[in-house]
């Protein structure tokens, strides 16, 4: 039976809520509905940046010392917003949405400790919009072992198996920070998070330039990657693991360029997340035929360069032109993940987080 499922995504770029309707029956798309966006302002995103680095130090899933609470409160209210506008916008009614899959947002996420943090309260959200709220769609896997992370993986296969594409195919995330799946027919899905995506970059331009991003890459552009640098950040022990392995946001924030032309840092930075990417590529059963990048990064048309120079014959294309909603995808995935949810089906499987079997997730708050 097909829903009507409304997906919610605050990542770890912290720039706002994407909101997407979808039709599925959590294996296929039937439709892509609208999608919208309610970005933060810059007092959320200190508020949010600040619960970043409080979390750090965070034992207990459930805790929120200190500014987390107020953060948390603000999550949930963006998030209201965002729901409220996107239904008045688009002239539906609540009771028109089956579902809300809602997943927060990630401050802390330390697998290896069996420890992953969202926050966001759902029952209120579920109150406020009159929606039931799937949400906690990590906790799970977490708990049996896995990486909890990425969970996007079986939309990207719903995705690239309407296609009808020779594999293997690679749909690359980049956010704050970068994911693929890898994609090979109906039995071969593999994931992981394969280093930074905007997240070093974004910072070095607040920092350098206070400018929340390179616009379309204009000023990597201009600048120099310095490879020597790159060659180096690269032996960090994480790029070797084979798959399935996750990331913190924050995991690569002690890399220094030094005493750099800002231009230079950002065209480092840059092309660090393109190798970090193109590295992946030994690391899978086969050499992929095409690369499909979605996420902020699918926009930093430098980045698209880079990743092309580093990828071999394969194709890189980015998702719009093949009529994906870029912007839209992650938001679509937890719609669609709620519906899988809610039928039992698996979200995470052995060789997408590393859990020991095929892992069904989330948790249903009511209005």
Not at 346 to 351: K, N, Q, R, T
Request: net charge neutral; with cysteine; proline share 7%.
């Amino acid at each position: 039976m097909m829903l009507t499922a409304l997906g919610l995504m605050s990542g770890t770029s912290l720039d706002g809520v994407d909101v997407a309707l979808i039709e599925t029956d959590g294996k296929q798309v039937k439709a892509f509905g609208p999608s919208g966006y309610r970005p933060y302002s810059a007092a959320e995103r200190n508020l949010l940046r600040q619960a970043l680095s409080e979390a750090a130090n965070l034992s207990q899933r459930d805790a929120r010392p200190g500014i987390l609470a107020e953060a948390e409160r603000t999550v949930t209210r963006a998030h209201a917003e965002a729901v409220a506008a996107f239904v008045a916008q688009n002239r539906m009614k609540p009771e028109e949405i089956d579902i809300v899959g809602f997943h927060g947002q990630t401050v802390l996420h330390r697998p290896e400790r069996r420890l992953t943090v969202q926050i966001g309260d759902a029952p209120a959200l579920a109150k406020a919009i009159h929606i039931p709220v799937m949400h906690d769609f990590r906790a799970a896997d977490v708990e049996a072992g896995g990486q909890g992370a990425p969970l996007v993986p079986a939309y990207h296969r719903a995705l690239a198996q309407s296609l009808g594409r020779e594999g293997p195919l690679v749909v690359v995330n980049i956010g704050g920070v970068s994911n693929i799946t890898y994609i090979d027919g109906n039995d071969t899905l593999i994931a992981c998070d394969t280093g930074p995506g905007n997240a070093l970059l974004d910072d070095f331009m607040y920092r350098t330039m206070n400018q929340a991003f390179d616009a379309e890459g204009k000023f990597a552009a201009l600048g120099k990657a310095d490879e020597a640098w790159i060659a180096r950040a690269l032996e960090l022990p994480f790029f070797a693991s084979p798959p399935p392995k996750s990331l913190d946001r924050n995991d690569f924030a002690a890399l220094r360029l030094g005493d750099v032309a800002p231009a230079d840092g950002a065209a480092t930075l840059t092309a660090f997340t393109a190798a970090a990417i193109a590295r992946v590529i030994p690391l899978l059963p086969r050499r992929p035929r095409g690369w499909i990048v979605c996420g902020g990064g699918a926009r930093n048309l430098t980045m698209l360069r880079m990743l092309r120079e580093r990828v071999g014959s394969a194709t890189v294309e980015a998702a719009e032109t093949l009529g994906w909603a870029s912007d839209a995808i992650e938001a679509q995935a937890f719609g669609f993940l709620a519906v899988r949810g809610l039928k039992g089906l698996p979200l995470s499987y052995p060789a997408t987080t590393g859990v020991p079997m095929p892992m069904t997730g989330g948790v249903v708050a009511r209005p």
